[in-house]
């Protein structure tokens, strides 16, 4: 059973960062896309990032180019998402994503509709 868990977020204001994180069990990660998706109040769910199985290959949001960085570790079956200069408009309930089919691209998975999902993590930025 894929369990992805989701941790880092919180309250700040406008400027600062916030460091998510994303651990998987159930499997291994290593050969699968992993994604960042989130979801404001009101709002559908929108994808944010996505990086390849090998870390060489992400693909971004046009809204966070530039502002937030996807990342992995492999050997802790781990990804990160590091938000810099947050904007009251990234206030949303970050979630974790895996894709169902291994050794895919970020624009596959994303085509996909990934596979799995985490229960999310609260993203609150204040003006």
């Known amino acids: 059973q894929v369990q992805l868990v989701e941790s880092g977020g919180g309250l700040v204001q406008a400027g600062d960062s916030l460091r998510l994180s994303c651990a998987a069990s159930g499997r291994t990660f290593r050969n699968y896309v992993m994604g960042w998706f989130r979801q404001a109040p009101g709002k559908e769910r929108e994808f944010v990032a996505a990086?390849?199985?090998?870390?060489?290959?992400?693909y971004y949001a046009d809204f966070v180019k530039g502002r937030f960085t996807i990342s992995r570790d492999n050997t802790k079956n781990t990804i990160s998402l590091q938000m810099n200069s947050l904007k009251p408009e990234d206030t949303a309930v970050y979630y974790c994503?895996?894709?169902?089919?291994?050794?895919?691209?970020?624009?596959?998975?994303?085509?996909?509709?990934?596979?799995?999902w985490g229960q999310g993590t609260q993203v609150t930025v204040s003006s």
């Open positions: 990086i390849a199985w090998s870390g060489d290959n992400t």
């Open positions: 994503a895996v894709d169902s089919i291994p050794l895919g691209t970020p624009r596959d998975a994303l085509r996909r509709g990934f596979g799995s």
